[in-house]
């Protein structure tokens, strides 16, 4: 499988990165050459086998649910490029 | 006592407890060493404030007999790991300016045991490179001078672009290169597929990537969830034995942390390994494959023989297929770990006129092109119509893979021996910019162990007819990270200790 510039401008649309009209014809190529380099796993027999889930069994653990911080507003916020009283301020999204 | 900065961290840590040096006089003997080898670029910010507090207050502990297991001791920290109020940004631009309001387990551990903070290392951004120059803050050099070259042409690159001067490998590029350039006594690092271990073998340190949840994940950017791992790398095994003891161990805060006491590393060294079997995989030996390393392979092999192990045979079918699926594995889990990287909470945000673009802007200008690259590849392989032939299939594989390993663990392998990288160092600029590809190749012989969860540890093993360190890899049964240990020691013993460069960087 390949993919097409048409392709490359969608996968960046839904990876929510802006690319340029040069940089395009660009990242096809790169992306067709990973494509390619992984493409003969298509030949591998996986009849029957089950996709891995995780790597060391392990039974995933509980906590009990129970407040165990909260309050830290100002922590929450510290690294925040934009904040305003308690919130992260973003442009405007609902008219 | 001469130059502290060249005492290992063992001897360190017993010149200490003996009243023969104090913290504050390593810390500062290191702090003027970091000065002096700025050009290097391994570290991205140095902390000496703080390290000089910290060896003030370890100093004033082992006064008064409540040393901790690396008290006073000084390490350097990947920019990797969350450190308090400490600049973390896994050297990518997006997260510009983040400080976190908190700290990582593993470091929070290292400190709890009295290790002293020099600085944060850099590293490729986000960790996705093999070569340490796709970091926002430029390449790290390596200590190794390139063959034939004098002090006088290293210094001259170093001022200039640093092309034609050795790669220290990658991602931990700069934990490698500061523990080779003695810039500190051992360093924090980590590894997706091979991170640890490639770094160790190009740089005549020695790594080990532990076992998949025998340390804490809580506090490290993440990368590829499934994979990724903390790890030492170290001037020798010993020391990165004492290094995993008070990183490793169980943690509530990360979920897939395995719950189960530490063991003592430091004691599997000097342990016997008579009678060991060790596996020897042919489908390691590739075509074409660099008769140097072939012959180190089986210098390895000799070594371990000698010590009493029983050498076998083995053969893990589906190795060849590790790569591929893991740059299929690897970028899906990345593509949805970087999400959360949005211009809105923290680090860079360039401003747009809706949110939409406020991500795509930020995201454009903060990711460079190795990561753009790989989140691209994990959106694809995870979008609509393609999820189940490239992902599912990769996690089929994967199961192959780990599967070959049990079959050998169960018909009684202890540890298997391979190489660690396909050559040695290679120079600044000189792979992969042309084709991806080509410096993905490099992780060839390490990542199998990051797909099946295993323990992994590279000891520097001799040198290329060139004067450059090569390492060999050993591969464990999942939280045997003893048995490497022991191996390891074995190892390092047979080779001659490797002498480290000598300053020539200033």
């Known amino acids: 499988m390949s993919v097409d510039q048409a392709t490359v401008r969608r996968i960046a649309y839904l990876a929510r990165i802006a690319v340029t009209d040069e940089e395009v014809p660009h990242l096809e190529g790169e992306i067709n050459a990973i494509l390619s380099f992984v493409e003969a796993l298509g030949a591998v027999d996986v009849a029957g086998v089950e996709p891995m889930t995780s790597v060391i069994p392990m039974k995933l653990p509980l906590r009990a649910d129970v407040v165990t911080d909260g309050e830290i507003e100002s922590l929450v916020l510290a690294n925040a490029p934009l904040a305003e009283d308690d919130f992260f301020l973003v442009p405007k999204v609902i008219e | 006592m001469t130059d502290p900065t060249a005492l290992t961290l063992a001897e360190a840590r017993d010149a200490l407890v003996a009243r023969k040096l104090s913290s504050l006089e390593l810390t500062q003997a290191y702090l003027g060493a970091m000065e002096r080898a700025r050009g290097l670029n391994a570290y991205i910010v140095e902390t000496p404030d703080q390290a000089l507090d910290m060896a003030r207050a370890s100093d004033a502990r082992i006064g008064k007999g409540e040393a901790g297991a690396l008290e006073g001791l000084p390490i350097g920290v990947k920019d990797l790991y969350a450190t308090k109020g400490v600049h973390t940004q896994a050297c990518s631009h997006v997260l510009d300016g983040f400080k976190p309001t908190y700290e990582s387990t593993v470091t929070a551990q290292l400190w709890r045991d009295g290790a002293v903070m020099l600085g944060k290392l850099n590293m490729d951004e986000f960790a996705m490179g093999s070569s340490n120059e796709t970091s926002y803050y430029g390449p790290v050099a390596s200590p ?11 210094r001259a690159a170093l001022a200039a672009d640093k092309r034609g001067l050795l790669v220290p490998g990658g991602s931990s ?16 690092a980590s590894d997706t597929g091979g991170s640890i271990r490639q770094p160790a073998a190009f740089t005549g340190t020695c790594g080990i990537k532990p076992t998949y949840g025998r340390c804490s994940r809580y506090g490290m950017v993440a990368f590829a969830s499934s994979l990724d791992q903390a790890g030492p790398i170290a001037r020798n095994v010993r020391d990165a034995a004492i290094m995993l003891r008070s990183m490793a161990g169980h943690d509530p805060k990360d979920s897939t942390c ?17 009678g060991f079997k060790i596996g020897v995989p042919r489908e390691y030996r590739l075509d074409g494959m660099n008769p140097e390393i072939e012959k180190l392979w089986g210098q390895g092999v ?18 060849r297929h590790a790569l591929p699926a893991y740059y299929i594995v690897a970028p899906a889990e990345a ?28 995201r454009a200008a903060g990711f460079g092109a190795e990561v753009r690259r790989r989140v691209m590849i994990g959106t694809y392989v995870l979008s609509a119509g393609y999820y189940d032939a490239y992902y599912v299939r990769a996690q089929k594989i994967r199961t192959l893979i780990k599967r070959d390993f049990e079959t050998v663990f169960a018909d009684g392998v ?47 093993a001799g040198l290329s007819a060139e004067g450059l360190p090569l390492g060999l890899q050993l591969i464990g049964r999942p939280f045997d990270e003893g048995t490497l240990f022991s191996l390891g020691a074995v190892m390092e013993q047979s080779a001659g200790r490797m002498s480290l460069p000598q300053p020539w960087w200033g």
């Open chain 2, 335 to 362: 593509s949805s770990n970087l999400a959360r990287y949005d211009g809105v909470r923290y680090g860079l945000r360039e401003p747009g006129n809706d949110i939409a673009e406020l991500y795509e802007k930020t």
């Open chain 2, 302 to 319: 000799e070594w371990l023989r000698a010590a009493g192990a029983d050498i076998v045979d083995i053969s893990l079918p589906n190795t």
């Open chain 2, 144 to 154: 190794w001078l390139p063959p034939n070259w004098s002090a006088a042409q290293g």
């Open chain 2, 258 to 274: 395995y719950d189960a006491p530490v063991p003592d590393y430091e004691a599997a060294i000097g342990r016997s390994i008579k």
């Open chain 2, 414 to 460: 202890d540890a298997i021996l391979t190489p660690a990288t396909p050559s040695a160092a290679f120079g600044i600029g000189e792979k992969g910019s042309a084709d991806p590809v080509e410096m993905y190749l490099n992780d060839v012989f390490t990542v199998t162990v990051n797909m099946a969860g295993l323990p992994g540890l590279v000891a520097p």
């Open chain 2, 173 to 188: 590029g700069g934990s490698a290169s500061a523990v080779s350039a003695r810039l500190c006594l051992a360093a924090t």
